[in-house]
């Protein structure tokens, strides 16, 4: 860790920083960083947990430190700057709050900034990842530097070209203005203010040129997206010749294809060009893969395929057997002294990870080189194992990072890049890979199973102990996450040989309460590989959180206190207190409400941040027997109002849309969105199987209060809003219905709503409607 | 191989395909406009949502053979011109709704608003929320409820 730590309450106007000038053709600044990430000061209240003192933020935070100054903020000659964003923008907004921040540094207009993503740049080792919330908490400062520096350039420049001294240059809507009616046009200066020998050069960020930073910013992207000019994966055109790719998938879990019983027939197809078996390793899915004309007759080639099948990873397993296994290896509780105890455990099932783009790539593997474009939150790793998997070494595979239509974990690995790589390879022809939903759906990264139990011991009016134990499917922590954490923990405080799920479980997860002896612990069942899974929009937060507010309300119930005051009286942090007090006033808590109707709280604080959530549910008869065609309808959340703290917020819009979408998973996590694992394979195919939230299942109403600035650093933001709201969901459930919801999504182990599609062939025909 | 021809964004084109293949990836694939977006295939997320003679339909469920060459298909790459400016309405709302997220299922999102706010406009109504609730658009980032404040603008903008 740095000894350099900002604190709040330091001189928040100036910031220091070592920058360099980089040798360019115009001017390129980069800024190094002597000051990192900010310890939370320890609460000095009854409980005190690893995650106070430092966190899973703080840890990635660390990583990236050693290779930020390879950050580089470029201006042009047309006066824009540019900036290759070395993280994936996967819709949390990050390329408009990185615009922002150098658009304030250069005192130029948002849309002057120019964010594109970087290329696998295997240097910048783990400053490279996208995950765990945690990009403008890392990249802020460096950011902020590179830009700084280059305004100093441009400042001096400027300068000298109109005769003046430094301190009388001024910098407004990409001019520098002398004071004396001369000016100059920023883009006039980017090659005067070039240096042709890099040099080291001290800079000082004026933290109050705050134009576009804490400003509601519209997205960068928001014109191409609304005009269909955004390109995605799959809209590449790259490579002329990567033709549609898919693969037929087996109907298990992770079997492999052993023989294409029919290749002839298949290859005879219309637009049919190659077929390749490419069988299922730690890399890649597998199966047989088909490339075509178009991705409608790869769709109905695989239909035709007739495939031998070995054994799956699962093969005959269902939920309830998952479940027993989870309750087998539940870790024992502390004995119980004295008082009362609330003992009860939750069940989670499995969800899927699927953002609305499928599993995705372009691959053109020749001889003696690969290029890979796809949507990739840890690209460094992504081109370390495709030289393991190809053969070849880094200068001889290139990996660009696509924008990414969401992640929600997937993206995390390289699935579609590392299969692409290999079917390219197989057929030695370019290909364009697209995963089919339903494969996706099926065979995809999926949130683990998992059961929390939680023990609370109270006495009177005092809450004498906390306990939680999780118990999961193991989460597959074998990208370059994984391998950030086993590099860094020799340096983290009370380092351990916890495996790579104990260290991410102890960084982030916490009892936002000071309810006396507190303990969290994880145990995992099954090989990290025996399920494909990954974090889905937070790890452990949703079911932690859940678990423990759902025993907060009964512990509050037990004791006679309000759910609202009783979370208030114990919150263990101030900033809390005040998201708490932000919703139950906004939200009218305590009102009166209508009978199988009602209001439930819940609070999450991770990442820097805290988020407290106030839902509104209706769960009346004709609320829950809504007849939606083909659809899941159940209870329906009317009203939600989150409040955010997120220490320092640089796009209050961005921060609202990032907590409604959050709000949208946790209802949906709460009430209906999981899959059923039945017989070695999960019955769902399509989006209309799922029960993820859609527009009948919305909150008409919803308001999301940005809380004003508690620190001079952002906090992290894309996934705070899912665990709060889930529990929310829970607890006003609970109280709508007078009965403690075990199972999650609470209609897990209602009668399916709709016929599962077959797993032979593996998706279903295209369907024909009357044009 | 049988050619095909239909109106595509006010322009006539011309295919040379097999006739059992489906409009979504006629327009991708063969002819490289990448508005509309594949997410299921299944006529489900609705993100491939075009129009076709102004009606909302799902590309990824319509064959090529079944269109004639006086039919016109409109996806998001021309739904501006539709009204003749720079952007539809609906469009303009989304922006000022700052609505989007990742972006990829939002093509689909507003072709299928637009349908919506003209059936009920033709039925002398304003959209209501029942018919807000009865868009089937799945959006992953969870942005409806921005979506819901932009087609009420979007509807008042194109009255």
Known sequence: MSDMTDKPGRDLSRRDFIAYLVAAPTLVAAAELSSGATPAQAAGLPTVQPVDAYDLSDLLTDAALPTSNLITVTVNSDGTASFALPRAEVGQGITTAVAQIIADQLSLTVDKVNVTLADARPELIWNQITGGSNTLHAIYKPVQGAAAAARAQLTKTAADQLGVSPSQVTLSNGQANAGNGKSIDLGALAKPAAVSQTTKVPVTANAAANANVGQPTKRIDALDIVTGKKQFAMDLTDVPDALPTMVCRPPTINATAKALKNQAQVQAMPGVSDIALIPHTKFVAGGVAVRAQTFGQCIDAIRAMDVDWGPGSVDGKSADDVKKDLIAAELPGVPTVSGITLDQRFTFHFRPGDPLETNAAVANVTADSAEVWSSLKTPVWVQEQLCTILGMSKEQVKVHVAQGGGSFGRHLFGDAAFEAASISKAMGKPVKLMWHRTDNFRQGRVHPMCTSRVRVNHLGNSVLSFEQRHTSVATDFSHGFGELLTANLATLPAANSLGYSQAIFNLSVNSPYNFGVTTQLLNEIYAYDTFNTSSVRNIYGPETRTAGELMVDQTAKAMGQDPYQFRRTYARDKRMVAVLDAVAKAGNWGRQMAPNTAQGIGVHHEYKSFGACLVEIDCTPATVNRKIQDGYSGPRVTKVVFAVDVGLPINPLGLQAQMMGGCMDGIAQALSYSLHLQDGYFLEGSWDNVGYTREWNTPPDVQVIVMDPTSDSPGGAGELGVPASMAATACAYARATGTLPTEFPINHNDPLWFDPVPTTPPIPASPVTAS | ?159
């Open chain 2, 1 to 159: 191989m049988p050619s095909y021809s239909f109106i595509l964004n006010g322009k006539k084109v011309s295919v040379d395909c097999d006739p059992n293949v489906h409009l979504l990836w006629v327009v991708r694939d063969l002819l490289g406009v990448h508005g509309p977006k594949y997410g299921c295939g299944l006529e489900v997320c609705k993100a491939c949502t075009s129009h076709i003679n102004g009606e909302a339909k799902q590309l990824c469920g319509i064959l090529v053979s079944d269109l004639k060459p006086t039919d016109q298909v409109v996806t998001i790459e021309g739904l501006a011109d539709t009204v003749k400016q720079p952007l539809h309405p609906m469009q303009q709302a989304w922006l000022d709704n700052d609505v989007a997220q990742c972006g990829y299922c939002q093509p689909g999102q507003i072709m299928a608003a637009v349908d919506l706010v003209n059936k009920a406009h033709a039925a002398g109504r304003d959209v209501s929320d029942a018919d807000l609730d009865s868009l089937r658009n799945v959006c992953r980032c969870g942005t409806y409820p921005r979506i819901r404040q932009a087609i009420k603008a979007g509807a008042a903008a194109m009255k």
